[in-house]
Structure formats: structure tokens, C-alpha cells
């Protein structure tokens, strides 16, 4: 009798250069490929709405890649640890394969799984898949995590080169037996009434086919104009951002395209634009010693920050992009219809809440998960403390985004704007919800409450 092998998939939604795949392959027994929806698990983040968007596609399109190969993706909900446990039964599996994953809460399941799976003489193993640089390895010279970037960088850069991608298997052995499976529609993973994601359709295609073409065009196309990734209005980044967050991509895949051919304009971009690859190897590391990264400061002073309070119409305004402010209004509409904001504005629309509305980054930080295709319980809390100044090697709370300034630098000819503000001239376009000048006077105020108060610690 076989004992199969599962492969449990998470944020790892692809066929190729994914060890926990290969080592079921290598093993040599029929594989079952799974993902769980895990809404239950503690301490496990359910997903905001525009992933589970991207979720739904992505998973067809996996499935899609699996049959090709020879099995299909068999799909559970509930807890995982319990799911995974019941699939083991179901089909008298011998092993499972997951790569990691590096939250508090998704390692506490992951660990209880495995203990539980072993002592039921079960094979139980996971890889190194989705992170260049596992957290643990790079360390000061006193062996403790880094809190600054640039030196956790060049610590990245002293390693030895990541390894090279796997190949995709050629085939696998679906078990003789079927496995019972959820059907991907019935999840609810789209939504109905109302239908927002008609933006979403327009923009983007999920999958790892698609993922790797966005990578091959980045390659040789828009690598080249990466010197001017600050300016929205031009497509000179990569979009890789949500195929990273759900593993249609691996950044072992991105780290050795970006060492192969290039085209002589795009070799020096190559390099800072791997840099941004390893500020969300950062972010990992620092999500991977903070468990609370959503939820609490990490500069403990922040906790007693005095917020405004200010009432929900106001941060519904900054939510649908009507501030009167245009370049935040552009940028929250282009998260709105798109699932997906430039870098910079991003920047500027935070500080905007944060700084000139004095909202608790927290507000921002859970309509950014809702919203953005590529949410990221790592980049996504640590890029919000870093514009709130709470993070690590944060901006300091005192440097105010001026988004007129930062639209005239950045945006000169207000394409950007225009494009996603068509009113914006108009009459009726509102006048700023806040004065800017005023506002970042209040903001600096509330930092030097913060700073007088004395910080709370366990011993106080
Ligand atoms: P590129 O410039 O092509 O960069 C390539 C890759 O590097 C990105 O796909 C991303 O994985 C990584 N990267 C780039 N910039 C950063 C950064 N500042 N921090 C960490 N990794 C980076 N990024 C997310 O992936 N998920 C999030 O939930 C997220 N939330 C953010 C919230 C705020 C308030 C801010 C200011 C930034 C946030 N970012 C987040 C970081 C950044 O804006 C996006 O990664 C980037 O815009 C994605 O576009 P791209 O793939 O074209 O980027």
C-alpha cells in the first residue's frame, strides 16, 4: 500500500522553484497538493477582501498548472492544523511538505502540526521557500536581529549567493483513490453585491504563468526606467508585489533573473531594485521577533501617542479618496479600483492619516490589508509603523509628508492626478479636508505630548 505524500501550499501558490513540492516528487509516493482557508486559526490573519480576490484566481490558475502535471489541488476550510490532520487520514498519508511561513501565529499552528504529525510517525517537513535569508541567519556580530536596515542589508550581501531555482516536477502521481475537495466557488471568494473588483479584472491576471511574464517583461523592459520609480504617473516598477505575497513567484526566481542577462541599461538598476527585494526580506525578519507587528508599536512610546478622535465621515473621506487633497485622493482611488498603490503615494497617503488627520496608523494599516491585493502581514504593519514613525528604522515622526510639495516633485505635470481625479480642477472639487500647515503643527505638538509621557513598561 502507498502512503502518499501531501504538499501543503500557503503563500507559496506556484509549481516551479517550490521545494516542499520537489521533496514530495523526490519521495516518490502519489502526491496530494492542498491549500486551506484558515479563517479559524488563532493568531492567523484572515485574509482582507482584495486577497481573497486575488486567492480565488490564483488558486484556479494553480490548479490549472497542477493537472497539467499530473494531480489536482485538492481544497479544505477550517483550522489548519485540524484540516491538514483529517486530510492525513483521509487518504493514509506517509508524509507532508510545507514551505515556511514566518508569523507568530502561523508558526505556532505550524509547529503543533508537525510535533502532532511526527508523533504519529507521520513525516513532517518544511523548506525554506518564499525568504532569501532565513530571519535567524542574519544577525549583528552580538547575535541579535537587526533593527536598521542598510547594515541587515550588507549582512544579506556577506552570505553566500542564494541558492538557484528548482525546476518544476515533470509529473506527478495523483493517488488511485479521489480526495475530497471543496469546490473553489462555493469559498465566496469574489465578491457578489456589490461587485468592486470589476478594477481589479481590468489590471491584473493572477497566476504563476502570469507572474513569471511580469517578471521576463520587468526584465527587459521597465528595469531600465527603475531610476524613476518615485514618479506614479510612470510604470517603472515591477508590480512582482502581489505574486510575491502569494508565492506565484519565488524571490530565489527574481534574485538570479536579476543576476542573468539584462539589458545594458537595466544591470546597474538591477541592484537597487534588489535592495527593495530585501527590504521585505527586512520586514520578515522583524515580523518574525515582533508577533504583535499589526497591532502594537514597535517603539513602545507610540502606545501612548494622542490620537484624535476623529469622526468615522472624516476617515471614510480619506478611505474613498475625497480629501480634497489630490495626490492622496489619486492614490486611494487607484487602491480602490485597483487593488494596488505606487510606493510613493502610498507614503504620502499614510503620513497624510497619520500626521495631518492624527489618526491612529492602526485605521490606516487595516484598510491598506482590506484593500490591497498584495497585503502583507510583514510589509504592510511594518511600512505603516515606518511613515508613522513607530517602526524600526523608521521615518522620524517629525518628517511630515507635505503632499503638495510631494505631488509637485513627484508629479509635476499632474498626469498621475488626472488620471485618477479627473475633477480635480473643476469648481467643485472640495478644499482640503485639513489645512496642511496647521494640522502638521498639531502633529508635532501630539509628538512632544508623546514625548513627555513616560513610557510604560512591565516594572512601572
Ligand atoms: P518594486 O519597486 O518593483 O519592488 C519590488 C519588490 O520589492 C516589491 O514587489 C516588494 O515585494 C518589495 N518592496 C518594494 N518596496 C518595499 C517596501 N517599502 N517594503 C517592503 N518591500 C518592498 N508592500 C507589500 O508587498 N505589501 C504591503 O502590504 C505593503 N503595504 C505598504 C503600506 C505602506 C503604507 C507603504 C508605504 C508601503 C507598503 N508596501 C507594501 C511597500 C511597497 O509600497 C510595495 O511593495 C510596492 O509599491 C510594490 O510595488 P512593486 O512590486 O511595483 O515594487
Request: charge should be negative; aromatic fraction near 10%.
Amino acid at each position: 500500500m502507498s502512503a502518499p505524500s501531501i504538499v501543503w501550499l500557503r503563500d507559496d501558490l506556484r509549481v516551479a522553484d517550490n521545494p516542499a513540492l520537489h521533496a514530495a516528487m523526490e519521495r516518490g509516493e502519489p502526491v496530494v497538493v492542498v491549500y486551506v482557508l484558515d479563517d479559524e486559526s488563532e493568531g492567523v490573519r484572515p485574509l482582507g477582501g482584495a486577497s481573497r480576490w486575488w486567492l480565488h484566481h490564483s488558486l484556479a490558475a494553480l490548479d490549472e498548472s497542477l493537472r497539467a502535471i499530473g494531480v489536482t489541488l485538492t481544497l479544505r476550510r477550517g483550522a489548519a492544523a485540524a484540516a491538514i490532520t483529517q486530510l492525513v487520514a483521509d487518504v493514509g498519508a506517509g508524509a507532508v511538505f510545507w514551505n515556511r511561513r514566518y508569523g507568530h501565529g502561523p508558526r505556532q499552528v505550524d509547529a503543533g502540526l508537525k510535533a502532532g504529525l511526527r508523533d504519529g510517525g507521520v513525516v513532517a517537513d518544511s523548506f525554506q521557500a518564499n525568504l532569501l535569508f532565513e530571519p535567524w541567519t542574519i544577525q549583528t556580530g552580538q547575535g541579535q536581529p537587526f533593527k536598521v536596515f542598510t547594515p541587515f542589508y550588507r549582512a544579506c550581501l556577506d552570505r553566500p549567493e542564494p541558492r538557484q531555482p528548482l525546476d518544476e516536477p515533470r509529473s506527478l502521481t495523483a493517488p488511485a483513490a479521489s480526495v475530497a475537495s471543496d469546490a473553489l466557488d462555493d469559498w465566496g471568494l469574489l465578491p457578489t453585491r456589490p461587485d468592486w473588483a470589476a478594477g481589479l479584472r481590468e489590471t491584473w491576471t493572477p497566476g504563476e504563468a502570469a507572474a513569471l511574464d511580469t517578471l521576463e517583461d520587468f526584465a527587459t523592459g521597465a528595469l531600465a526606467d527603475y531610476g524613476d520609480r518615485d514618479f506614479p504617473a510612470q510604470e517603472a516598477t515591477s508590480r512582482l508585489s502581489p505574486r510575491l505575497r502569494f508565492g506565484e513567484i519565488s524571490p530565489f526566481q527574481i534574485w538570479h533573473r536579476m543576476r542573468g542577462a539584462l539589458p545594458d541599461a537595466s544591470r546597474e538598476r538591477a541592484q537597487s531594485f534588489l535592495r527593495e527585494v530585501v527590504w521585505r526580506e527586512f520586514n520578515h525578519t522583524i515580523l518574525f521577533t515582533s508577533p504583535d507587528l499589526a497591532t502594537v508599536s514597535y517603539r513602545p512610546e507610540f502606545e501612548s501617542f494622542p490620537w484624535a478622535d476623529v469622526p468615522e465621515s472624516e476617515i471614510d473621506a480619506w478611505r474613498h479618496g475625497r480629501t480634497g487633497v489630490p495626490l492622496v485622493d489619486a492614490g486611494m482611488r487607484q487602491l480602490w479600483t485597483t487593488g494596488w498603490m505606487h510606493n510613493r503615494v502610498r507614503m504620502v497617503t499614510a503620513s497624510f492619516l497619520i500626521k495631518n488627520m492624527l489618526v491612529d496608523w492602526r485605521v490606516g494599516e487595516a484598510w491598506f490589508w482590506d484593500t490591497l491585493v498584495d497585503a502583507d502581514e510583514a510589509n504592510n504593519p511594518a511600512n505603516w509603523q515606518w511613515t508613522a514613525g513607530s517602526g524600526a528604522d523608521a521615518a522620524p515622526y517629525f518628517r511630515v509628508f507635505n503632499p503638495v510639495l510631494q505631488a509637485s516633485k513627484f508629479d509635476q505635470h499632474r498626469d498621475y492626478i488626472r488620471q485618477w481625479v479627473p475633477e480635480v480642477d473643476d469648481d467643485d472639487y472640495p478644499e482640503p479636508l485639513v489645512d496642511l500647515k496647521a494640522s502638521r503643527r498639531a502633529a508635532l505638538d501630539a509628538y512632544e505630548t508623546m514625548r513627555r509621557t513616560p513610557v510604560e513598561t512591565e516594572q512601572s
